[in-house]
């Protein structure tokens, strides 16, 4: 592990062992090579969340790729998160763009810089699936959040993905039993570990949705500032605070009308007070 400008990068156990497999069979330059160009993809995300003023806590070198891990602090508005997903394919196209320069140039072993190429578009259109946890996924996931409550985006984008991860697996396992050139180990292992991140996600989901409650203070700032109208949601008295809280929209500021049977209006609550009633909630119970 090392710090590069106050961010960690780490390497995953499994990304060392793999760099020193590629010794032994003779593939080192070319897999060095192919994780260099993860890593400027990464950078790429870091920097763009860094000057969209979001903090970032590490890079992490995976067998597989990598992360940039980004603190949620309840700045990064769906906005924000579409400019960093595809900060990282635009890093890529940049690297596409010199490599081809060089080559115009006569500079450089062609082979070599076709396979910068082909590894550039192969990281970039392979991030763009829209499949979390990739960059495509995320893009999808924020433009969702837009028009969706936010706990119901979290719950179908991750469903979905889980969905195309397995398909993703069958598929690997299907071009095994046909006989396709045996069994696809590179689609196979990336299924997954898409399968397994998803998984993963989905099960943290309450704890998400709990982070994005904890930071609707900032959300209530960000739109007092921009003078936007609160959008109303329709309660009755005796529904659970927990089932009006998951019809928040990420980019919505909300005001909670309770009626009556009747149709009468009883109260008009901001939705701090229904936040602050359900943590208060919880707390009694413990």
């Given at each position: 592990m090392i710090r590069l400008?106050?961010?960690?990068?780490?390497?995953?156990?499994?990304?060392?062992?793999?760099?020193?497999?590629?010794?032994?069979?003779?593939?080192?330059?070319?897999l060095i090579t192919l994780f260099a160009i993860v890593f400027i993809h990464e950078c790429g995300h870091a920097a763009a969340a860094a000057l969209l003023g979001c903090?970032?806590?590490?890079?992490?070198?995976?067998?597989?790729?990598?992360?940039?891990?980004?603190?949620?602090?309840?700045?990064?508005?769906?906005?924000?998160?579409?400019?960093?997903?595809?900060?990282?394919?635009?890093?890529?196209?940049?690297?596409?763009?010199?490599v081809l320069l060089l080559k115009y140039g006569n500079l450089g072993d062609p082979f070599f810089l076709d396979y910068i190429i082909q590894g550039n578009l192969l990281i970039a259109l392979f991030n763009l699936l829209p499949v979390l946890p990739l960059d495509g996924g995320k893009i999808v996931q924020a433009l969702v959040s837009l028009a969706v409550p936010y706990y119901t985006t979290l719950r179908w984008t991750y469903r979905i993905s889980i969905l195309c991860s397995a398909g993703v697996i069958l598929v690997a396992i299907g071009r095994w039993f046909t006989g396709d050139y045996g069994l696809p180990l590179n689609i196979l292992l990336i299924g997954i570990f898409l399968f397994y991140s998803n998984v993963t996600d989905y099960r943290n989901v309450p704890y998400r949705f709990i982070r994005f409650l904890m930071n609707r203070e900032s959300a209530f700032t960000r739109h007092a500032a921009t003078g936007s109208l609160a959008q109303p949601i329709i309660s009755f008295p005796a529904k659970p605070l927990e089932s009006i809280l998951r019809l928040l929209k990420r980019e919505r500021y909300h005001m909670i009308y309770v009626m009556n049977r009747q149709g009468r209006i009883l109260a008009v609550l901001p939705e701090q007070r229904i936040i602050g009633s359900y943590f208060k909630q919880d707390t009694d119970k413990l």
């Open positions: 400008w106050g961010v960690r990068i780490s390497f995953h156990p499994f990304f060392v062992i793999i760099m020193m497999a590629s010794l032994l069979t003779g593939n080192f330059i070319e903090r970032v806590l590490s890079i992490q070198m995976l067998p597989f790729g990598g992360v940039a891990v980004i603190e949620d602090a309840g700045n990064i508005t769906a906005r924000r998160e579409i400019i960093i997903a595809l900060a990282g394919p635009f890093q890529n196209m940049l690297m596409v763009g010199v």
